[in-house]
Every structure is written in structure tokens, then in C-alpha cells.
């Protein structure tokens, strides 16, 4: 009896967390213990999946572009994957000087980077009124410039021929750069009026007691912090104007004049038996390309001034 109650009295108390659970080798919830989450690995695949999914949809077109552009004109029906053998052929025939396309790849450089520069300066100046600037209808103002983007190109292209045509436009770079300014403008205020609003005013405060005049503060204190968002309007206009189609074809019916668009769909073949399918699938490809130079380019950028404006 007394053995019985001796052995009782110094057993040890068992440590909570322990017992059964301790004698299968098993943790019972310890600190170190992470809980998995139910169906998280099937959150992660299904969202893997769905990148994947999106970006073979994207990027599925222009990679067809680049395998028909490689084939031969013999073979530009077949369904292969990858071009065998691979030919040139198709991009040579495009910078044929005879054909004028480098000509009118020039004419796009000027009309888009015209029409970047005029939208940015004009862009700037309105978004930072809009922006900083107290005046009766100012939202009704800004509402107004957002509503001009909803009319269709279509609806403003037969005035805009018969204006132009009055005042001896016709074949000339205007005649595509104001088309373009008036689509593009829209845009950039509306980019940079949000991105203006969410720079404090303490900056142009600071730089005013500093000795400098409003315009001063404006041109060297804000105009330095917003380039990402001016990088991001510059590129959006640059690559809309790039693209502009519509306006380029109305406008203006000289071969020496034309942009690459418009020569692209234009491209005939050798002759009336060969289809010019391959060399236009060439010429898109060199179109693209410029564009995609300046997204890989400034992406950073890109992304630093869509996202400015949403983050307060």
C-alpha cells in the first residue's frame, strides 16, 4: 500500500501538448507547426494555368505573323509550327526601295512623334490646370474632354476630308497629326490630371517660399517628379498615333506620303498569281516591332505611372 501511494506521488505531471499524440511522433499544434490551407495548391495551379491560358491567347497571333512572315511564298498555306526551311525572302521583297515601305515607316515616325510631342505639351498644360487650378465648371470641363474620345473616327472623317480639302491639306502631315492630337489629347489629360492630383501641393508651397515663380516650381519641382507619368501618356499616344489607320488612308493618296499602316494594306503580290500574304505578315512584324522595343523599353515606367494615380 504504501509502495503504491510512493510511486503516485512522484510520478511526473505529463507536459501539456504531449500524451498520445506525443507517442505517435506527431506534433499536436506547436509554435513551429504552419496549417496548410485547404485547396491553396489548386488556387496556385488553377492561377498559373490561367497567366498561361492569357498569355498564349496574346501572344498566339503574333507569333503566327512571324512563322508565316519566315516562310516561303510557296509555302505560305502550310500549317506547320516553325517554318521549314527558312527564308527571308518575304522581308526582302518588303524593304524593296522600289516598294517605298522604309519611306513610309519614316512618315510614321514623324506623324506619331509629332502628334506625342504637341498631345504632351498641350496635355501637361490642361492636366495641371485641371489639377491645381479652382474655377466654376472645372468637372464639367474635364467630363467634356473625356466625352469627345466616345465619338467613332468614322463619324468625324468625311468632315474632316471636306475641311481639309477647303483649306489645301489634303496629302499633307497635318491632315494626319491633328486627326490624331484630337484622339490622343483625351487620354493624356485624363492620365495626367490623376497623376498631378496625387502629388501634394506642399511641393510648389515649398519651392514658392524658396524664391521660385509658379511656373518655376511647375517646369523644375513637378514636371521631374511626374515622368512617369509623362513616359506612360508619351508611349500610350506614341503607339495610338503609330497605329492610326482611318485617318491615314483619307487623308492622304500619295504613295510618298502614306504611313506604314496604310502601305501594309496595300502590299500586292509579285503578280497576280502569288498571294502577298507573306509579305505582309512581314511588314506587320517590322511595324510591331518598334513598339515592342519601347513597351520592353520603359515597362518600368509604364507600370510606375498607371499605378501613381490608384495609390493614394
Known amino acids: 500500500m504504501t509502495g503504491t501511494t510512493t510511486t503516485a506521488a512522484t510520478a511526473e505531471p505529463t507536459p501539456p501538448g504531449t500524451g498520445a499524440a506525443t507517442g505517435s511522433g506527431a506534433p499536436s499544434g506547436g509554435p513551429g507547426a504552419r496549417a496548410r490551407v485547404p485547396g491553396s495548391a489548386w488556387r496556385t495551379t ?64 514623324v506623324v506619331a512623334g509629332t502628334t506625342t510631342v504637341l498631345a504632351l505639351i498641350v496635355g501637361v498644360t490642361t492636366a495641371y490646370a485641371l489639377a491645381r487650378l479652382d474655377f ?50 483625351p487620354l493624356a489629360v485624363w492620365n495626367l490630371t490623376s497623376f498631378f492630383r496625387q502629388m501634394p501641393t506642399q511641393l510648389e508651397e515649398s519651392a514658392r517660399v524658396d524664391g521660385c515663380t509658379r511656373g518655376q516650381a511647375f517646369r523644375k519641382v513637378i514636371l521631374p517628379l511626374a515622368a512617369p507619368g509623362l513616359f506612360t501618356t508619351a508611349i500610350l499616344t506614341f503607339v495610338m498615333a503609330w497605329n492610326e489607320f ?67
Open 136 to 185: 466654376r465648371f472645372k468637372r464639367l470641363v474635364l467630363t467634356g474632354i473625356i466625352a469627345t474620345s466616345m465619338f467613332p473616327v468614322v463619324s468625324i472623317t468625311i468632315p474632316l476630308l471636306k475641311l481639309f480639302v477647303g483649306i489645301g491639306w489634303i496629302n499633307t502631315y497635318q491632315a494626319m497629326i491633328v486627326p490624331s492630337m484630337s484622339f490622343a489629347l
Open 46 to 109: 488553377l492561377r498559373t494555368a490561367g497567366v498561361v491560358a492569357v498569355a498564349a491567347w496574346c501572344l498566339a497571333p503574333f507569333y503566327w505573323m512571324l512563322v508565316s512572315s519566315l516562310r516561303r511564298p510557296a509555302d505560305i498555306f502550310d500549317v506547320s509550327l516553325w517554318p521549314s526551311p527558312v527564308s527571308l525572302t518575304n522581308y526582302a521583297n518588303v524593304l524593296d526601295p522600289s516598294l517605298g515601305f522604309v519611306r513610309s515607316l519614316g512618315n510614321s515616325f
Open 246 to 312: 482611318l485617318i491615314a488612308v483619307s487623308m492622304v493618296n500619295k504613295e510618298s506620303m502614306q504611313t506604314a499602316p496604310v502601305a501594309v494594306s496595300k502590299f500586292t503580290g509579285a503578280s497576280q498569281f502569288v498571294a502577298p500574304h507573306g509579305s505582309q505578315m512581314a511588314a506587320g512584324i517590322i511595324v510591331t516591332v518598334p513598339l515592342v522595343i519601347l513597351v520592353l523599353f520603359f515597362q518600368r515606367r509604364i507600370v510606375a505611372g498607371l499605378t501613381a494615380g490608384a495609390v493614394k
